[in-house]
């Protein structure tokens, strides 16, 4: 009997200590649990309007900014959630700090990355929209994230470019000036005439509403080469005119030269066969 209501008096201080430990922290977890949600809540509100109003002045930036806002906010209330259950935060964020350390030591290039991101819009080299040919690709850019930048090329391809390899390396922002020098070269044969090709070149440009006459454009012989006489063709056009213009001009020099008889040589070579076989002529072999 004694085991019995010795047992009996174990459990049922088991209990007490069990709801009293439901009592002390059930209202701080329910409470903690209400304000993880709320604060994730409005800080989804809150780096949504920051989101909007960047997006109408700089869409470059607001994502980079949305995404570190987001981030230091979250973590933010992470420590206050945990504070408010009685977990001591001091060494909360002692830990946080040491895997900081550690997680930063180990991703060494993504900190190179986020650095580059930082000197990207700081500088600004290119902004959402620009053309650009880097790392070997060509396209444009449609997002700046905190540690990537997205480029969609023009034969519908999705490139993801490290921040760090576009800010410590060379790139051409093909589509920051409003107009660009369109360069052409046309060959033609020595025996034609130079002034009725740059007369040909001449009218044409006159003739294409795209064609810029601010710069003038430059019209000339550019070399001698092994073949022909090069002329050489620049023009200047609005950025988005460059390559169909390019492209047109060159269908348009082609048959204008054929119909004013004007010849555009490609390399020939004479190929002379020999027959050795080891036989001098009026000689018979042994």
């Given at each position: 009997m004694e085991e019995l209501f010795g047992a009996n008096g174990r459990a049922s201080e088991i209990v007490e200590q069990a709801i009293t430990l439901v009592m002390t922290y059930a209202p701080k977890v329910v409470l903690a649990i209400v304000t993880l949600v709320v604060g994730l809540w409005l800080i989804k509100r809150f780096v949504g309007v920051i989101d909007k109003k960047l997006g109408e002045k700089d869409p470059s930036l607001n994502k980079f900014v949305c995404d570190l806002i987001g981030a230091i906010l979250k973590v933010m209330l992470i420590i206050s959630t945990a504070s408010m259950i009685g977990i001591a935060t001091t060494s909360f964020i002692a830990v946080i700090?040491?895997?900081?350390?550690?997680?930063?030591?180990?991703?060494?290039?993504?900190?190179?990355?986020?650095?580059?991101?930082?000197?990207?819009?700081?500088?600004?080299?290119?902004?959402?929209?620009?053309?650009?040919?880097?790392?070997?690709?060509?396209?444009?850019v449609a997002e700046i994230s905190i540690l990537y930048t997205i480029v969609n090329t023009f034969d519908n391809r999705r490139i993801v470019i490290p921040n760090g390899n576009l800010s410590n390396a060379t790139l051409v922002n093909v589509s920051i000036y409003d107009k660009r020098r369109c360069d052409m070269t046309f060959g033609i044969h020595y025996d034609d005439d130079i002034d009725t090709a740059k007369a040909i070149c001449k009218r044409l440009f006159e003739e294409d509403e795209r064609s810029l006459m601010d710069p003038p454009p430059r019209i000339c012989v550019g070399s001698l080469g092994d073949n022909s006489v090069n002329i050489m063709f620049r023009a200047w056009v609005a950025t988005d005119d460059l390559w169909p213009y390019y492209w047109e001009m060159q269908e348009k020099v082609k048959k204008a030269f054929d119909a004013e008889g004007l010849t555009i040589p490609f390399?020939?070579?004479?190929?002379?066969?020999?027959?050795?076989?080891?036989?001098?002529?009026?000689?018979?072999?042994?």
């Open positions: 700090g040491a895997a900081g350390l550690a997680v930063g030591l180990a991703l060494q290039g993504s900190l190179s990355n986020f650095a580059g991101g930082v000197l990207i819009l700081i500088f600004k080299p290119f902004k959402v929209g620009d053309t650009i040919e880097a790392q070997g690709h060509l396209g444009a390399p020939q070579r004479d190929v002379h066969v020999y027959n050795h076989s080891g036989v001098e002529a009026g000689q018979t072999s042994q």
